[in-house]
């Protein structure tokens, strides 16, 4: 799927791209949204990630915040809200007029176009404290219904251990990935314990040893979120695997002259 990638690991199996796509391309079209992801294939972005709620219905929808008023000017929670009363808001319009009408998705639709445009996904589920299953569930759903078997598997990926956990029962044959602002003391255990396949760090805490530590362990490490290319180029030099990115056409651009230069 698109240009070599860096790293095979050795739980269940992932590729990671040396660079993702955040939120679709959240500097160059709004976030989560479909016009987001087909920028950042427009510009050759092989992987994306997204972020995952759930509405009070159960549907999977796709809103970084819990609230929905920075996103479409709603000041209401998506937990709290039928999926009816959310479909229809412009998430669309802030960032810009041309995007005006564009709106959040399901998890479904955006895997469905995902698969259209061959684009790897990195499923980002968002606390659900009581309600790991049922989320999961509804992402398990969302996958059964759209995206094909035969495309590349689906990363999920989380801050809290316990959707992790939710991920490794419902889907065990996908690839999992712990999220952490820092490193915690008892990542390799946690890791161990959900059959990780990687460590996704906020850059400002990846430094080499902490990368050598955790490909050591026989994971991948991703950071978030960099759309410099500077920063991005000190942090493949130490050894990281993936950088998610903002501005992925920046970065794809560092990646080619850092790959030309070898």
Same mark, same amino acid.
């Given at each position: 799927m698109g240009p070599a990638t860096t790293r095979i690991m050795s739980f269940p199996a992932l590729r990671l791209p040396a660079v993702m796509g955040h939120r679709?391309?959240?500097?160059?079209?709004p976030e989560n949204t479909l016009a987001g992801f087909r920028r950042a294939a427009a510009l050759g972005v092989?992987?994306?990630?997204? *972020?995952?709620?759930?509405?009070?219905?159960?549907?999977?929808v796709l809103s970084h915040d819990e609230s929905l008023a920075r996103a479409t000017g709603l000041r209401r929670k998506v937990g709290r809200l039928l999926h009816a009363d959310i479909e229809g808001l412009d998430a669309g319009a802030w960032f810009g007029e041309s995007f005006r009408g564009e709106t959040l998705p399901?998890?479904? !639709?955006?895997?469905?176009?995902?698969a !259209?445009?061959?684009?790897?996904?990195?499923?980002?589920?968002k606390r659900h404290e009581g309600q790991e299953t049922r989320v999961m569930n509804a992402v398990a759903g969302a996958l059964a219904d759209a995206w094909p078997t035969v495309l590349v598997p689906a990363l999920i990926s989380s801050f809290d251990p316990a959707i992790v956990a939710a991920a490794q029962h419902r889907l065990p044959d996908l690839p999992r990935a712990l999220i952490a602002e820092r490193l915690p003391r008892t990542w390799r255990s946690?890791?161990?314990?959900?059959?990780?396949?990687?460590?996704?760090?906020?850059?400002?805490? =990846?430094? *080499?040893?902490?990368?050598?530590?955790?490909? =050591?362990?026989?994971?991948?490490?991703a950071v978030y979120t960099v759309n410099e290319a500077p920063i991005a180029r000190r942090l493949w030099a130490m050894g990281v695997d993936c950088v998610i990115t903002d501005r992925p *056409?920046?970065?794809?651009?560092a990646r080619t002259e850092q790959e030309k230069a070898r």
């Open positions: 679709g391309a959240a500097g160059l079209a092989t992987w994306v990630e997204l *972020d995952v709620r759930l509405s009070a219905d159960g549907v999977a399901t998890l479904a !639709q955006a895997l469905r176009l995902l !259209q445009l061959n684009v790897g996904v990195n499923i980002e589920v946690l890791a161990d314990s959900l059959a990780c396949s990687a460590i996704h760090l906020n850059w400002k805490a =990846a430094n *080499d040893g902490r990368i050598s530590a955790i490909h =050591a362990a026989g994971l991948g490490v *056409d920046v970065l794809m651009a």
